[in-house]
């Protein structure tokens, strides 16, 4: 496993990509431990830790961590995410349809 996360650089400062969620997140204490190490940010940290006690080992822990940092992920991002799509559908109804027509006819062909 790598020991090191990815850095990148946005106009608001620096921010790393946590190895268990694969989130990019700005590179400040609010997010990062780095006491414990720059590999897992913190929600990760704490599922991991959560897993740890449960006796949960290695890694089931680390398996266990990434489930539950994904939900948080998840949870977090539902509401805007759902936005997104519905707002991608609205505004692309005719291609939607147009996809839909060549797929119909390509089934029928078949
Ligand atoms: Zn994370």
């Given at each position: 496993?790598?020991?090191?996360?990815?850095?990148?650089?946005?106009?608001?400062?620096?921010?790393?990509?946590?190895?268990?969620?694969?989130?990019?997140?700005?590179?400040?204490?609010?997010y990062w431990y780095p006491k414990h190490g720059m590999v897992r940010c913190k929600?990760?940290?704490?599922?991991?830790?959560?897993?740890?006690?449960?006796?949960?080992?290695?890694?089931?822990?680390?398996?266990?961590?990434?489930?539950?940092?994904?939900?948080?992920?998840?949870?977090?991002?539902?509401?805007?995410?759902?936005?997104?799509?519905?707002?991608?559908?609205?505004?692309?109804?005719?291609?939607?349809?147009?996809?839909?027509r060549g797929y119909r006819a390509r089934r029928r062909a078949a």
């Amino acid at each position: 496993m790598r020991r090191h996360v990815d850095i990148r650089y946005r106009p608001d400062g620096f921010e790393a990509k946590c190895l268990m969620c694969a989130e990019w997140h700005p590179l400040t204490l609010d997010y990062w431990y780095p006491k414990h190490g720059m590999v897992r940010c913190k929600a990760c940290l704490r599922a991991y830790r959560a897993a740890w006690e449960r006796g949960k080992r290695h890694d089931e822990a680390w398996a266990e961590g990434v489930r539950e940092c994904r939900r948080v992920v998840y949870r977090a991002n539902r509401t805007e995410r759902l936005a997104k799509v519905q707002a991608w559908r609205a505004n692309n109804r005719e291609r939607i349809a147009a996809y839909m027509r060549g797929y119909r006819a390509r089934r029928r062909a078949a």
